[in-house]
């Protein structure tokens, strides 16, 4: 898409569309911006898979939500960058342990890592209608993301395929493990759904979020907004988490992922909890508690969610 720039009230001129002379110049950009870009925590770059499953990641990282991501790039979408994708994604899910290692080198002793919905982002210029409809009938937790460079200055980054999360096996063979490890491994990474948020919260509040989510969903096209249950709460995500969602007896807490500055608030619904102890990724709290309150809090996730664009 063309892209212009204002000169002045009456002139504009239009910024030619560049590209990046090395696919590596892509991705040092990206590895350096990765939280802005995606919402994505830096844990390293060139993985190696090893020896017998010979390769390297271009970019391993930590989601908002604690699950374990891993970035391709390509500048040209002739090359195969789903099955090398895939190839990685299951390598990942088979060594967690390596993963662990590395996050917690890079992030920390005591960083959470979340198995339930690795991620693998791909980053193209393009993507054909045949690799939208293979990610999409692969299942898997895979999104394609465009880019387009204008000038020298300037970046567009569009997710054209996101799908919600969801446990993502791997396909290889391995040992049969034995009833109690397996009993094991389901009890340390559970699949959370929206039924365990619910249950057991008053009917009104069930009936309010239900509204919330149709009200966030209406936000972006089909398909744009991903939502996945957590442990302690619900996150929307458009590229990166713009809301995160607590169901309470009382109402609906939620944190936004802007600064509280950043938005218009004349009713005084948010508090700025970034540097408070807090659940969520956002770092301005706000709680709906009745149908009063429902157009002004939807206006405070709106400009939140317009931070995504």
Same mark, same amino acid.
């Given at each position: 898409?063309?892209?212009?720039?204002?000169?002045?009230?009456?002139?504009?001129?239009?910024?030619?569309?560049?590209?990046?002379?090395?696919?590596?110049?892509?991705?040092?950009?990206?590895?350096?911006?990765?939280?802005?870009?995606?919402?994505?925590?830096?844990?390293?770059?060139?993985? #190696?898979?090893?020896?017998?499953?010979?390769?390297?990641?271009?970019?391993?990282?930590?989601?908002?939500?604690?699950?374990?991501?891993?970035?391709?790039?390509?500048? +040209?979408?002739?090359?195969?960058?789903?099955?090398?994708?895939?190839?990685?994604?299951?390598?990942?899910?088979?060594?967690?342990?390596?993963?662990?290692?590395?996050?917690?080198?890079?992030?920390?002793?005591?960083?959470?890592?979340?198995?339930?919905?690795?991620?693998?982002?791909?980053?193209?210029?393009?993507?054909?209608?045949?690799?939208?409809?293979?990610?999409?009938?692969?299942?898997?937790?895979?999104?394609?993301?465009?880019?387009?460079?204008?000038?020298?200055?300037?970046?567009?980054?569009?997710?054209?395929?996101?799908?919600?999360?969801?446990?993502?096996?791997?396909?290889?063979?391995?040992?049969?493990? +034995?009833?109690?490890?397996?009993?094991?491994?389901?009890?340390?990474?559970?699949? /959370?759904?929206?039924?365990?948020?619910?249950?057991?919260?008053?009917?009104?509040?069930?009936?309010?979020?239900?509204?919330?989510?149709?009200?966030?969903?209406?936000?972006?096209?089909?398909?744009?907004?991903?939502?996945?249950?957590?442990?302690? /709460?619900?996150?929307?995500?458009?590229?990166?988490?713009?809301?995160?969602?607590?169901?309470?007896?009382?109402?609906?807490?939620?944190?936004?992922?802007?600064?509280?500055?950043?938005?218009?608030?004349?009713?005084?619904?948010?508090?700025?909890?970034?540097?408070?102890?807090? /659940?969520? #990724?956002?770092? #301005?709290?706000?709680?709906?508690?009745?149908?009063?309150?429902?157009?002004?809090?939807?206006?405070?996730?709106?400009?939140?969610?317009?931070?995504?664009?």
């Amino acid at each position: 898409m063309p892209l212009y720039r204002i000169k002045d009230s009456n002139t504009i001129s239009q910024i030619k569309q560049s590209t990046y002379p090395k696919e590596r110049d892509l991705q040092k950009l990206f590895e350096a911006n990765v939280d802005t870009l995606l919402g994505v925590r830096f844990i390293g770059s060139e993985f #190696t898979t090893g020896d017998r499953q010979r390769g390297r990641i271009d970019t391993l990282g930590l989601d908002q939500d604690d699950f374990p991501t891993i970035i391709e790039y390509k500048r +040209s979408n002739k090359e195969n960058i789903i099955n090398q994708g895939l190839f990685y994604l299951d390598w990942l899910v088979d060594h967690k342990g390596d993963f662990a290692m590395a996050a917690q080198t890079s992030l920390g002793a005591d960083v959470n890592i979340d198995w339930s919905s690795p991620r693998l982002i791909l980053v193209a210029e393009s993507f054909s209608d045949y690799d939208k409809y293979a990610v999409n009938r692969i299942g898997a937790n895979i999104e394609l993301w465009t880019f387009r460079r204008y000038g020298d200055d300037l970046l567009f980054l569009d997710p054209i395929f996101v799908t919600s999360p969801q446990a993502v096996r791997s396909t290889t063979s391995r040992p049969r493990k +034995s009833t109690a490890d397996a009993e094991k491994e389901v009890v340390t990474a559970p699949v /959370y759904t929206l039924d365990y948020h619910t249950k057991k919260k008053p009917p009104e509040i069930v009936e309010l979020f239900e509204q919330l989510r149709e009200a966030i969903f209406a936000l972006a096209p089909d398909g744009e907004i991903s939502e996945t249950p957590n442990k302690i /709460y619900i996150s929307y995500k458009h590229g990166k988490n713009f809301c995160e969602v607590r169901l309470q007896a009382s109402g609906i807490k939620m944190w936004l992922d802007i600064p509280q500055a950043d938005l218009s608030d004349p009713h005084n619904l948010t508090r700025d909890v970034a540097n408070v102890g807090h /659940y969520g #990724t956002g770092q #301005t709290e706000t709680k709906l508690s009745s149908q009063e309150d429902f157009s002004k809090i939807i206006s405070l996730i709106e400009q939140s969610f317009q931070q995504t664009i």
